[in-house]
């Protein structure tokens, strides 16, 4: 069973950066990073294969969001900068079964497991 912790979360004003962690437990896997707002669906935001090789980023974060991870750690980090009000959320740190991204990558049930999540808020 893998266990995911996310943190790094908090309250930014609009143009800061953030650094998020998602520390797992067990086998490492393939990575994802999605984000909530009340009332809608989680969205996709990053993903990183479990060599770092192939990284997929959402349009609305490329150029301002980094996602990389440490195997010796067993951790994925999303470097947020450049942030915007609508950045605010609840982002969750997610975990594949498989090392490798396939064409679902950006799809939310394609993830086994799912850490609990960390607030993000950008005041403007």
């Known amino acids: 069973q893998v266990q995911l912790v996310e943190s790094g979360g908090g309250l930014v004003q609009a143009g800061g950066s953030l650094r998020l962690s998602c520390a797992a437990s067990g086998r490492t896997f393939a990575g994802g990073w999605f984000r909530q707002t009340p009332g809608k669906e989680r969205t996709f935001v990053a993903a990183i294969s479990w060599s770092g090789g192939v990284i997929y980023y959402a349009d609305s974060v490329k150029g301002r969001f980094t996602i990389s991870r440490d195997n010796a750690k067993n951790t994925v980090y999303l470097q947020m900068s450049s942030l915007k009000p609508e950045d605010t959320a609840v982002y969750y740190c997610?975990?594949?079964?498989?090392?490798?991204?396939?064409?679902?990558?950006?799809?939310?049930?394609?993830?086994?497991?799912w850490g609990q999540g960390t607030q993000v808020t950008v005041s403007s």
């Open positions: 997610g975990a594949r079964e498989t090392a490798f991204l396939r064409a679902d990558y950006y799809q939310e049930d394609s993830y086994a497991y």
